[in-house]
């Protein structure tokens, strides 16, 4: 176990709406990265949170938002939902605090958002 | 042209079998490179990471990295059908940037 947990494990939505996804990382990681994994393809980077701030962020749409919050933990924000954005949802945590070996970084199991 | 690819397989080996997954990636920028071992319906793994090219072992993992000629290699000895799962090869820029995966593996290991 990575010590990176998500909620919910399963979601589903229908077109239009929209979601929240929450990731909660690991102890003393202070970085949260967020990635779509679609069905038989590796996960896509959507974007980057460090010290509350977005730190990169990926070929995805600005209906695509996140968060982080004091303690680390962080959020996924997807408005106006489009079937292909049925997918798996990783969040990742890392610790930018210097040294290769420790921003490294850890995947949580993941939601795995339905659109109908 | 994908940054990092991967050949989707599937790929079924007996047990005890000497098992070798590959990798191509295109940007010379690449510093870091990675193999992750993802189980159904799991979140990714990390198994190896290495720092630009030459060799890692750990167990019965060995990773190697050729700069030279952009390739990434994973090899499992004496595989176990515990080892059966998707790989996934990744590449990132620096320590703390986006990782970015090739499409992984699927890899079945027969008993």
């Known amino acids: 176990e990575t010590g990176v947990t998500q909620s919910p494990t399963h979601l589903i939505k229908t077109r239009g709406q929209q979601v929240t996804l929450r990731c909660s990382s690991q102890s003393g990681h202070n970085t949260v990265s967020w990635y779509q994994q679609a069905l038989g393809q590796g996960p896509q980077f959507i974007f980057q949170y460090y010290r509350e701030e977005e730190n990169g962020r990926g070929n995805f749409p600005p209906r695509f938002s996140g968060l982080q919050f004091p303690n680390y933990s962080s959020e996924l924000n997807v408005n106006a939902l489009e079937l292909d954005d049925s997918a798996l949802y990783l969040c990742?945590?890392?610790?930018?605090?210097?040294?290769?070996?420790?921003?490294?970084?850890?995947f949580g199991a993941g939601t795995r958002l339905s659109v109908l | 042209q994908k940054e990092v690819e991967q050949d989707p397989g599937p790929l079924s080996v007996p047990e005890g079998a000497i098992v070798s997954l590959n990798c191509t990636y295109s940007?010379?920028?690449?510093?870091?490179f990675m193999w992750y071992r993802q189980y159904s319906r799991k979140g990714p793994e990390l198994l190896m990471y290495?720092?630009?090219?030459g060799n890692k072992e750990d167990g019965r993992f060995t990773a190697q990295v050729d700069k030279s000629s952009k390739y990434i290699s994973l090899f499992i000895r004496d595989s176990q059908p515990s080892d059966s799962a998707t790989y996934l090869c990744a590449s990132a820029y620096s320590s703390a940037s986006k990782i970015i995966f090739g499409s992984g593996t699927r890899l079945s290991i027969r008993p």
């Open positions: 940007n010379s920028a690449f510093q870091y």
């Open positions: 990742a945590s890392s610790s930018a605090t210097g040294g290769r070996a420790k921003n490294i970084q850890y």
């Open positions: 290495t720092y630009s090219s």
